[in-house]
């Protein structure tokens, strides 16, 4: 039944499929049957795997069992605070997977928290208030302002009402509802009017529904279903480390075990070299890799919670910035979510007004120039008749606030009621016109209601000297066909054809800005006239102007977009909205441009197949009208293209394609808590400049990690090949195996660590993403690793020969390029904080945890040098000058150079600044 399209019957169709009574209801008996038939009403969720499970799940990746085995081998060796050290990393890996898993199942949950705990229906001919989840197809739903709907259902009876389904269609408006009408199929879902869904709330008037669907069968009951059905995928730089992960692993198992296989064919101990062997495979497999990843991302996140945006799901930063596509939802993300007043029509003079939202700061502008109200009569008649005909109440910090207790200074201005209608009263408020000031001199006695059939409403006041006086607002075409006159400074005049012609043309280009346009008009009334007001009264009027609104673009947003523009990311405008006011927006804030792009509608997209739509899929920015499946169909053709896709949203509509794109970004202020459980960062403070941050931290991260994923690998490299070639050559071996497990803890953490909190170059955001199959090796990284390897294994094995054919002393030979080893790569690290420039030119005290970092790790160095208890444990001996002379040059001569090259480079420059003698 969930497949019925209820909105193309009739009311009585409805009724009479589901065998109940307008009058009536069901009966009990009946209730309980249905019950047991359809469920309850609330959200059913996919079968759990237990939590054990899930968390033994998390030591199934390759990586994570290496690094289990290197925890056997170290504590076997007996280096039992390495050991401690690897299992501690994989149990906090493996604590951080299971939890990031536990909360992204939260987001069925939070559905649940939509469903209203009672509502009301008639049963046994009687109102009654019953539990939410025990609401069945059939059951008359009684419906009244302030009400949150808990099932699906067709409208049967309906008095003004009007339901706000932002949540669920992404309609900035409430929309006014029917009953007596019948749409066709292919309606979208925001446009069936006769329909009422679970999930959106009454804002006006009363009404009666018969349900429907109830539970899983409804629309938000759909969306749930969708976000079970949507796979997780892993991240671009949980792809990348795994696969380099499994690549080091095997290589460097390979080598080690050639050096055992070579050092035992020449003769040396197999004990020995086994040990070796075992101690290098230890050393050379970046076990850090996966701490280092997670502290670097986890300092970012501290980051960007200072500057409101909340992460979820760590490896989310990285995907962050390399995101090539944002599709952001308009309606409070792009726009403010409020409705604003932009211009008004009155006496042939076209008036513009300013400010933000409902707050009452503003201008009136003519002519780009700022305007004293009092001095147009015509302009003061047209918002006075639209603060009056007005059911809106403004307010400040929740607080209908008048006379000299209102601080225009102070923000926190908010509307109770219909946001078109406070947009006007707001707008009258900044002309210094309140509707509680005019009250004082006139009450209203009467009101004609706005219904859709009429598309007007009028009310009747009456002032101190018992004058009355009829005001009217509503549609321009219906405002202007009741009017006779014509409101001028001076007066009103007879409503001429030019007139017309002129009101008419002002509509349409309102229209075309995608305003939403109100016509207000008033008359005098007889007092037998006030007595009876009717619709008959609605005529003879005299027209006071034209006021067009809309819910305009948030101010930061449009520097923001321009910002991921130059960065080479592409912002989409995907909204439940009209296709007009959508490429208005969209125009105003530079993603649409009218040569260049295409607008669809969800209509229009269901039309195209796949291979049509993936045809022109790059060029559309702007979807409108659009339904949560169709978000899930435009993330999927986006990613079929190749982009890293970003998903904005705030309602419940967008948690499917926010858990589908390659990262989710859900609203902190106005989401819903189903949009952010489905998410993978929040923004705290709504704002889509954060996201411009949050692309900057990410790609600041992600070169941190090729920072020092180049810093361990050719460290690694360099260790594993001093081995090597010694074995080769014949030589001794140039380290012993607790030399190598040293040299493994003293350079591959606090400085490897430090170089994850590295700042990024300033000109980050001006590159273009990062290609979404780029290898993390790619741009001459695998180059740098492999050159610097090499050069770090020759240093050591150099240092090594030289001592020891000179002065034949195996113990102090070692001693030599146990330290060359260490210092290649302290100097090695400082030329891995860029790969473009020197540590020169971006200066040491950028990053003065690095500087502490390689400061310590001297230190531990030298301790187990000279301090004799640990100098017997690593078997080592004091070193001389000479001996530390030709350490320190060998192992820095690319710093000394690029020095020297620094000094030489600047001189020049001094000396261009000195004007020539002519």
């Known amino acids: 039944m969930d497949k019925e399209k ?273 101690s290098l495979a230890v050393a050379a497999i ?45 309606t409070g993300t792009l726009t403010q979510n409020a409705m604003m007043v932009r211009q008004v029509f009155v006496d042939n003079n076209h008036y513009e007004i300013t400010g933000a939202g409902y707050d009452i700061k503003g201008d009136i502008l003519l002519n780009q120039q700022p305007f004293d109200v009092v001095k147009d009569k015509a302009l003061q008649q047209c918002l006075t008749i639209g603060a009056l005909c007005n059911n809106s109440v403004i307010k400040q910090n929740n607080i209908a606030i008048t006379g000299i207790w209102r601080n225009k200074s102070e923000p926190n201005w908010t509307v109770a009621g219909d946001p078109t209608e406070g947009a006007i009263i707001v707008a009258a408020a900044k002309a210094g016109i309140w509707q509680a000031e005019i009250e004082k001199k006139q009450k209203r006695v009467a009101e004609i209601p706005f219904e859709s059939e009429r598309r007007r409403m009028s009310v009747v006041y009456r002032d101190t000297n018992n004058n009355n006086i009829l005001y009217v607002k509503g549609a321009p075409d219906v405002i202007l066909e009741l009017c006779r006159y014509y409101q001028t400074a001076a007066g009103p005049t007879s409503l001429t054809a030019d007139h017309i012609s002129r009101i008419n043309s002002i509509n349409d280009q309102m229209a075309s800005q995608a305003l939403r346009v109100l016509a207000v008009a008033y008359r005098r009334l007889t007092p037998a006239q006030a007595q009876t007001p009717d619709e008959s009264l609605e005529n003879d009027l005299i027209f006071a102007g034209m006021i067009g609104m809309i819910d305009p673009p948030r101010e930061e947003v449009k520097a923001s977009i321009a910002m991921c523009r130059e960065a080479g990311i592409k912002t989409i405008m995907i909204t439940g909205d009209h296709k007009n006011t959508a490429i208005a927006i969209a125009q105003e804030l530079s993603i649409y441009k009218e040569q260049q792009h295409k607008a669809l509608t969800g209509k229009e997209l269901d039309a195209l197949t796949d291979r049509e739509l993936d045809a022109i899929v790059n060029r559309v920015t702007v979807y409108a009208r659009v339904s949560p499946s169709h978000k899930l169909r435009i993330v999927r053709a986006l990613k079929r293209q190749g982009h890293i896709v970003a998903m904005t949203g705030d309602g419940v509509n967008d948690a499917p394609a926010i858990k589908e794109a390659d990262i989710g970004v859900a609203m902190g202020l106005t989401g819903t808590d189903v949009t952010k459980e489905a998410s993978s960062m929040v923004l705290a403070d709504d704002n889509f400049a954060t996201i411009v941050a949050a692309v900057e931290e990410g790609r600041g991260i992600y070169e941190n990690i090729r920072k020092f994923i180049r810093y361990l690998l050719s460290c690694n490299i360099g260790e594993v090949l001093t081995m ?185 420059s001094r000396r261009a600044v000195i004007p020539q003698s002519r």
Not at 79 to 101: K, P, R, S
Not at 289 to 314: D, N, Y
Not at 888 to 901: C, D, E, M, Q
């Open 724 to 908: 090597f070639l010694a074995t080769l050559l014949g030589l001794p071996m140039p380290l012993l195996p607790v030399q190598i497990l040293w040299v493994n803890l003293v350079t591959d953490g606090l400085p490897a660590m430090a170089l994850g909190v590295d700042p990024s170059y300033p000109t980050i955001m001006q590159q273009p993403p990062r290609p979404p199959g780029e290898s993390i090796f790619s741009r001459g990284l695998s180059r740098k690793i492999i050159g610097r390897g090499i050069q770090i294994g020759l240093s050591t094995l150099f240092v090594f020969s030289v001592i020891y054919y000179l002065q034949n002393d195996l113990a102090l030979a070692r001693t030599a390029a146990f330290a060359t080893l260490v210092y290649c790569q302290m100097f090695h690290v400082f030329d891995c904080r860029s790969e473009t420039v020197t540590i020169f030119e971006l200066k040491f005290t950028t990053n003065l945890f690095l500087l502490a970092a390689v400061t310590f790790s001297t230190i531990m160095q030298l301790s187990v040098m000279y301090i004799p208890f640990l100098s017997a444990i690593f078997s080592t001996v004091p070193l001389s000058w000479f001996h530390w002379t030709l350490i320190i040059l060998v192992s820095g001569w690319t710093l000394i150079l690029n020095a020297f090259k620094h000094l030489f480079r600047h001189r020049p």
């Open 286 to 330: 970046p076990e850090g890799l996966p701490a280092i990843v997670t502290v670097a991302l986890a300092l970012g996140v501290q980051r960007m919670i200072k500057q409101r945006a909340i992460i979820r799901k760590l490896p989310a930063v990285e995907t962050l910035g390399c995101t090539t596509v944002i599709c952001s939802d308009k």
């Open 6 to 278: 209820w909105y193309t019957r009739t009311s009585d169709e409805v009724v009479q499929f589901w065998q109940t009574s307008f009058v009536d209801g069901l009966s009990s008996a009946e209730a309980k049957a249905r019950l047991e038939k359809f469920g309850f009403n609330e959200l059913v969720e996919k079968e759990k795997t237990a939590w054990w499970k899930k968390f033994v799940a998390q030591f199934q990746d390759f990586m994570v069992l290496v690094l289990l085995g290197a925890t056997l081998i170290s504590a076997f060796l007996g280096e039992y605070a390495d050991a401690i050290t690897i299992l501690t990393i994989v149990l906090m890996n493996a604590i951080l997977g299971f939890i990031q898993e536990y909360r992204a199942e939260q987001s069925l949950a939070a559905l649940k928290k939509l469903a209203s705990p009672t509502a009301r229906v008639i049963r046994n001919g009687m109102i009654q208030q019953i539990p939410a989840r025990d609401l069945v197809p059939g059951d008359i739903l009684v419906l009244e302002t302030g009400d949150k709907l808990s099932a699906d259902g067709r409208l049967i009876d309906v008095h003004s009402i009007e339901i706000e389904e932002a949540a669920l269609t992404g309609e900035s408006l409430p929309v006014r509802k029917v009953a007596d009408r019948q749409f066709s199929e292919d309606v979208p879902l925001g446009d069936r009017k006769n329909m009422v869904f679970a999930g959106t709330s009454v804002v006006k008037g009363r009404g009666k529904a018969v349900i429907c669907a109830s539970g899983m069968s409804t629309e938000v009951g759909h969306i749930a279903g969708m976000i079970q059905a949507t796979a997780e995928e892993t991240t671009p730089l949980e792809r990348r480390l795994d696969h380099l992960g499994k690549w080091l692993v095997w290589g460097c198992l390979t080598i080690c075990l050639v050096v055992v296989i070579t050092g035992v064919a020449k003769g040396e101990s197999l004990f020995l070299m086994c040990m070796a062997g075992i």
